[in-house]
């Protein structure tokens, strides 16, 4: 059994409690507009190209049997849709222009990686599985998972936004310390128009998520041109103030910092269509979660 991971970031202060090790995990139940790690969209991530480390050297064209690669003058682009991800491109580039954005890792493989940092997680550190949507993965988590509570990881966080079927949060109940889940919008057709699918599955797992006594740390990220109000925020704030296991809320405002990834992985972004919001609008949505304890956060991911 192997998993793809696109990213493992270490000493991680967003992703849950104390120091954390982040693995991002590839493959994403939901098409969120403002994404910010588009790269892991896929379950099979594509190739990446950084324009900017290019040195037009035309190795990559020589290899590629797709003829994915094409070169005028000094321009170099790749049609995406021809890629198929062989790796070839990516073995002969000589200024890492050329990447594949997932690694694939065995249980063991993943939890001996994460090990390495047991000493950085003293202080109610640990392990946070993010994405992409983690739980597509949910087998391999919780393999993966228990091989690190063995080795010495103290704590295991899953970031979710939920879009999954409840069958894969049973496979990690177990071996997971915290949720950490996304709620958008609680607007069914609001949350389709800005994700590609509605709520419903969504809060159904919520619900049943809260109902198993599991820990949960609620996320709201704030899109400014999305779920921007007062109304949103409060609808929200209504929904979750009778849970008995959600003890935190963190809103996390929107920011333009992964758009450059979009044409790396030749995708278009649609960032343009949304704004960052104040510091006025954000005090004054925290105080609609004064029963909760309150974090905001600057420059996390939001999926």
């Not at 790690?37 to 035309?58: D, F, V």
């Not at 682009?77 to 000589?94: H, N």
């Not at 619900?207 to 709201?220: D, T, V, W």
Request: overall charge negative.
């Amino acid at each position: 059994m192997n998993g793809q991971i696109f990213n493992i970031q270490r000493f991680s202060l967003n992703d849950g409690p104390g120091i954390r090790t982040t693995v991002f995990c590839c493959g994403c139940t939901l098409q969120c507009r403002w994404c910010h790690n588009p790269e892991g969209r896929s379950p099979t991530p594509p190739l990446q190209y950084l324009n900017s480390k290019c040195i037009h050297c035309r190795a990559c064209e020589a290899v590629c049997p797709r003829h994915a690669h094409h070169f005028d003058c000094k321009t170099h682009t790749v049609d995406f849709s021809a890629c198929i991800a062989c790796g070839k491109c990516v073995a002969v580039c000589p200024a890492n222009a050329l990447r594949s954005v997932a690694t694939s890792y065995t249980p063991e493989q993943l939890a001996e990686e994460v090990a390495r940092d047991i000493p950085f997680f003293k202080s109610n550190g640990g392990v946070t599985f993010s994405g992409g949507e983690p739980l597509m993965q949910a087998k391999f988590i919780a393999e993966s998972a228990k091989q690190m509570k063995e080795k010495g990881v103290p704590s295991v966080a899953i970031d979710t936004a939920g879009n999954v079927e409840w069958d894969a949060f049973e496979k990690v109940l177990d071996i997971t310390d915290l949720f950490l889940f996304d709620i958008k919008s609680l607007d069914n057709e609001l949350h389709r128009e800005g994700t590609g699918y509605g709520n419903t599955l969504i809060l159904e797992n919520l619900k049943r998520l809260e109902s198993s006594g599991a820990n949960i740390h609620i996320r709201i990220p704030i899109i400014g041109g999305f779920n921007d109000s007062d109304t949103q925020m409060q609808a929200i704030a209504n929904f979750v103030s009778t849970f008995q296991n959600a003890h935190q809320v963190t809103l996390i405002p929107f920011h333009k910092l992964g758009n450059e990834k979009y044409a790396s992985v030749g995708l278009i972004s649609q960032m343009e269509n949304f704004h960052e919001i104040s510091e006025t609008e954000l005090k004054r949505w925290n105080s609609f979660f004064q029963h909760f304890e309150k974090e905001t956060h600057r420059k996390e991911s939001i999926k």
